[in-house]
């Protein structure tokens, strides 16, 4: 059978790159090694971030795609429209808040300052005395690998093999058993693998940790997460560690977050997890008696200036990209595919692709 399009990557973005070219009429063959990558290590956040107006720009209207879809998605997936509280230590931190209030309203996003007093009412196991926080009710959570599996699935011009590829040949893609595939259309979609394949692209890694909880009865409703999260979240170098707790549907808390270059060491380092919980205990006092069953850690690809990778190499013909999200590629998944095939179809996209193509990154490197 002939394809389209070949994807290298079955995580959220190879996903909903092939989910949105199939509901196009292509026939798309998805290729990946079944490592799981950061699609499974993650937290699976649908969170509006606002660190730049072209972060801004795709996660909103990544999550309003997000909205067409999440009545089709089956339970398993585990969509929920928690909304995120962003936290205020002390009011100095509220004035963030308002500040970050006009910046997405001046976006259409919806937001509401709530104070102290309504913080507490909302949020319980919250420590009393913080300043208060910003509620972005439009925010939400799902769990990635099998929303990933579900986008895979929902179309039956979808076909996954387990495959790894070893090279990427004009429009073919070589396997490690010599075998070569090819299509009028190549995405390179598979994250930190991406390296091996598109060598002159700048990709580093940066590794994360996360801890679950056993279950309880429901005591956190929202997404916390500190106003210092993004600061932490953008660092590019160093050691980070952020408050980021999800409420997950089964009864247990996900706690995040930390970054950490210069590693690919998945071993799970309890200093830097010590860090992280103790921050996390900070906010809410009550974790320190739950019972944490499992810790693990993951790799972000993230690119040069932390904005996805997202368009057809300037010097290869036929071969596209759909990389370096760093922490939120299972929020802008959809939004980052719709871009890639507005500029294959040569169609207006909803908003501007320039940000994030590979033009501002790979001409000084081919230079």
């Not at 259309?185 to 692209?201: F, Q, S, T, Y």
């Amino acid at each position: 059978m002939s394809f389209d399009v070949i994807i290298v990557g079955a995580g959220i973005v190879g996903a909903a790159c092939a989910h949105e070219l199939a509901g196009r009429g292509l026939r798309v063959l998805v290729l990946d090694n079944a490592s799981g990558g950061a699609t499974a290590a993650g937290m699976g956040h649908l969170v509006v971030m606002d660190d730049n107006p072209a972060e801004l720009a795709l996660s909103h209207y990544s999550i309003s795609l997000w909205n067409t879809l999440r009545e089709r998605l089956p339970g398993h997936c585990a969509y929920r429209n928690c909304g995120t509280l962003w936290l205020a230590n002390d009011a100095q931190e509220l004035d963030l808040a308002r500040a970050k209030q006009q910046t997405l309203a001046a976006q259409g996003v919806a937001s509401e300052l709530v104070d102290s007093t309504t913080l507490a009412s909302l949020e319980p196991m919250l420590r009393r005395g913080l300043g208060g926080a910003l509620k972005v009710p439009g925010d939400g959570l799902l769990y990635a690998p099998a929303t990933a599996n579900w986008l895979l699935q929902d179309s039956p011009r979808i076909e996954r093999r387990q495959a790894t590829v070893t090279a990427v040949e004009g429009r073919c893609v070589v396997l490690d058993d010599a075998q070569r595939l090819c299509a009028p259309r190549v995405i390179v979609a598979n994250g930190l693998g991406a390296k091996a394949l598109v060598p002159e692209l700048a990709l580093r890694p940066k590794k994360g940790h996360l801890l679950i909880t056993d279950r309880y009865p429901p005591q956190v409703r929202h997404q916390l997460v500190e106003l210092g999260y993004a600061a932490s979240a953008h660092n590019s170098d160093g050691t980070s560690v952020a408050f980021n707790v999800q409420p997950r549907p089964t009864g247990q808390l996900l706690i995040g977050s930390s970054r950490q270059f210069g590693t690919l060491d998945p071993v799970v380092e309890h200093p830097i997890l010590a860090r992280m919980l103790q921050r996390a205990i900070d906010y809410l006092p009550a974790l320190a008696t739950f019972n944490a069953i499992r810790g693990w850690t993951g790799f972000r690809a993230a690119s040069a200036d932390g904005l996805p990778i997202l368009g057809q190499h300037p010097q290869r013909p036929g071969l596209w990209l759909a990389l370096g999200h760093e922490g939120l590629g299972v929020t802008t998944a959809p939004g980052s595919a719709r871009l890639l095939a507005a500029q294959m179809f040569g169609e207006h996209p909803a908003i501007d692709p320039t940000p994030y193509l590979p033009e501002r990154l790979l001409m000084g490197a081919a230079a």
